[in-house]
């Protein structure tokens, strides 16, 4: 059984690999202020940043603060956003949280963590990439791809976001909260593939006790593997 010592001094390592693997490390969402990145990380969700990326320039073109959109007409909103899926969920949160930040902020998207999921529609994760992206507070954004691979690596077997959130804060040093996000989502889309992971070539394998499972496990993909390490 690993100790907590244990777990974060192998986290370092891991830590430094992802930095090797992926130094480069931006917010894939495009935005100009709060307000925008609020709402683009709403409509992200279940969708591709990509998507989210066509979609948003029309959108804060007609509603490009964050009055316009409190007072929009949900219909019309719908219009630009219905291809990111949800659309009528995501309409409502968005304008709802607008209302909100316009009645009980003065129209300024708040800054701490206890303000921001007061919102309606805004859970810790959207919560999260405001505080990393706009208010450059560390915080660790949960995403599925976050998840999955921090309990493929070892470091927490929980499968709530939160408490994944509330796991990870123990053993990483503040200063990878941010980078974790971003470093776990392109490996998870590149590598560590949710339905068919590349351990053979995983710079992280000699770390990640989900590989070590498939070489007890598997004793075909350990030959193979073997020769990798
Ligand atoms: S070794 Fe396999 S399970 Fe572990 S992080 Fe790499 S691809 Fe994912």
Known sequence: METLAQKKSRAGL????????????????EHANAYQLLVATILSAQCT????????????????????????????????????????????NILACCKDIVERFNGEVPGTLEEL???????????????????????????THVGR??????????????KVEFALMKILPEEAWIPW???????????????RPQC?????????????QQLTVDKGQLTIENQDL
């Open 14 to 29: 891991i830590i430094a690999e992802l930095n090797n693997m992926y130094p480069e490390v931006r917010c894939e969402l």
């Open 200 to 212: 053979g070539q995983c710079q992280l394998r000699a770390l990640c006790s989900g590989f070590i």
């Open 181 to 195: 996000n971003h470093q776990l989502i392109k490996h998870g889309r590149t590598v560590c593939i949710a339905r």
């Open 149 to 162: 691979i921090s309990r493929h690596l070892g470091l927490t077997q929980e499968k709530n976001p939160a």
């Open 49 to 92: 940043d990509k998507r989210i990326n066509m979609v948003t320039p029309t959108l804060f073109d007609r509603y490009p603060m964050v009055n316009d959109m409190a007072q929009a007409d949900r219909n019309d909103v719908i219009g630009y956003i219905r291809s990111t899926g949800f659309f009528n969920n995501k309409s409502t």
């Open 117 to 143: 999921i007061s919102l309606s529609g805004v859970g810790r994760k959207t919560a999260n990439v405001v505080l990393n992206h706009i208010f450059h507070v560390p915080a660790i954004v949960v995403d």
